[in-house]
């Protein structure tokens, strides 16, 4: 990854690193151990843990990590809504410039947040940057060697401008959260934050070798196959809230059974729960119906 040099201090932005999180405490130390080996300035950043409602030991973590932290680690609660809803609980506590979104079961490298800052400086007319997910490896749930979990990437070899960004990695400037609006919060799941991205129609910076580590690895089959589930759900509402139909493709399901079992592969159950979530979320929704559930339908 390229750096910013800290001798360039005076010109560079301040960040606010946003982790929604909800009910993974465990889960959330280890991001928050990830972060503490950034070799960006200490007075330019901050972290802040949206929790999402949570009722296990999340605060205690926090609390515990920011006591060992060189730079402030700061504790924002709100109700349980979804990851949109944390967003934004986040957003609204942060001090940055700049806001880097990760989430909770993710790693970055040392370099990443000197790398954001980089890029945001090189192009100040860019609404923001974000890079893909690398598989954490070492899985509990065996899968093919074509197969990487935890990975998902941008069609893109090199830096380039694009109209979008992951989730789990990406960085938006402040002042384009205040003129687009905040995080739709009807919507949770797979696509919550592309419903966003449509709205902003700005050029963000995609670079490939902005990366971070999705620690998938950690989770079991069945809290995958959850997990998935759930985040297959919020396809079609995401579809709707973009003014698109959405169409599920269930006959994906028994090719990818097979190829869980024709190669021992549990990434192929992982995405057959991914695409029933979406197939049972569009028949409660009234299948091809282009109305837009109210929110109150729309939060499960």
């Known amino acids: 990854m390229s750096e910013v040099q800290s001798g360039a201090s005076p010109i560079l932005p301040f960040l606010s690193v946003i982790i929604p999180t909800w009910n993974r405490a465990d889960v959330l130390r280890k991001t ?31 609390a515990e990590c920011a006591a060992r932290a060189r730079v402030p680690i700061r504790y924002a609660r709100g109700k349980h809504a979804g990851t949109n809803e944390a967003r934004n609980t986040g957003i609204a506590v942060a001090q940055g410039d700049a806001l880097v979104f990760l989430d909770d079961d993710e790693n970055a490298p040392p370099t990443h947040l000197a790398c954001i800052a980089g890029h945001l400086v090189a192009r100040p007319e860019i609404a923001g940057v974000g890079g893909p997910y690398r598989d954490g490896g070492n899985s509990r749930v065996p899968t093919c060697p074509r197969c990487e979990p935890g990975a998902a990437r941008l069609p893109f070899d090199t830096i380039t401008d694009s109209w979008q ?68 759900r919020g396809k079609p509402l995401s579809a709707l809230k973009r003014g698109r139909r959405y169409r599920p493709r269930p006959e994906l399901i028994p090719r990818q059974l097979a190829h869980a079992f024709r190669h021992w592969c549990g990434h192929g159950i992982v995405a057959a729960a991914r695409e029933l979530g979406a197939t049972y979320e569009w028949l409660r929704l009234g299948c091809s119906s282009s109305r837009v559930p109210t929110r109150s339908r729309a939060r499960s």
């Open 32 to 62: 928050l151990e990830s972060l503490l080996t950034q070799d960006y300035p200490r007075d330019r950043w901050e972290v802040v843990v949206a929790d999402d409602g949570s009722t296990d030991h999340t605060a205690a973590v926090t």
């Open 165 to 232: 960004l992951f989730g789990g990695n990406m960085t938006i400037r402040r002042h384009v959260i205040a003129e687009v609006g905040p995080f739709d919060t009807s919507l949770s799941g797979r696509g919550d934050e592309t419903e966003w991205f449509a709205r902003a129609t700005r050029n963000f910076v995609y670079d490939p070798e902005l990366y971070i580590h999705h620690r998938r690895n950690e989770m079991s089959l069945g809290e995958q196959c959850r997990a998935q589930f759930r985040q297959g």
